[in-house]
């Protein structure tokens, strides 16, 4: 009977656990990973969407790291954030723990009263997106808070 009841538990936790983001290009709009659109010959639109594994900031660091390759592979060394948006798309957080519900009624026969005891496996599947759109240039890094050298952010190995 022990056995069966922590099989049952490691199948709960199991199924509440969401997969851990993987960088790479997404399967669809609705996935995890990254995607990007051309918008003019140096404007893109990079977008990076992550289950809750990881934090807001981390998936758009991850965006960048993608602006960044872009960027490298269409022969730009340097691009400037124009506009970013980063903010949960999706899914939710419910809490795990115990709960305890009590009840009663009256009536013509009789009262009673009632205990109940409950556990809930909580799940977080909150998905989040980060949107940048990013103008790509050659030659000196302008010398701006939302300018970035494309080398230098695939380097720092986000």
Known sequence: MKRFIGAFALL?????????????????????GYREQR???????????????LKPPQVEDLAL?????????????WFRVVTRNTDW????NTPSGPSV??????GT?????GLGLGFTFGS????YQSVLEVLMGRGPKPSEPNAYDAQQV???GT
């Open 109 to 113: 026969y009789g009262s009673s009263v």
């Open 89 to 92: 798309v999706g899914g939710s």
């Open 65 to 77: 790291r993608r602006a960044a390759e872009l960027a490298v592979t269409q022969g730009y060394q």
């Open 39 to 53: 918008i003019e010959t140096d404007r893109y639109r990079v977008s990076f969407r992550a289950n809750a594994d």
């Open 12 to 32: 709960a936790l199991a199924a509440c656990a969401t997969p851990p983001t993987v960088y790479g290009p997404a399967a669809a709009s609705d996935k995890m």
């Open 101 to 106: 519900g009590v009840g009663g009624s009256s």
């Open 154 to 156: 695939l380097s720092r």
């Open 124 to 127: 977080d599947n909150r998905q």
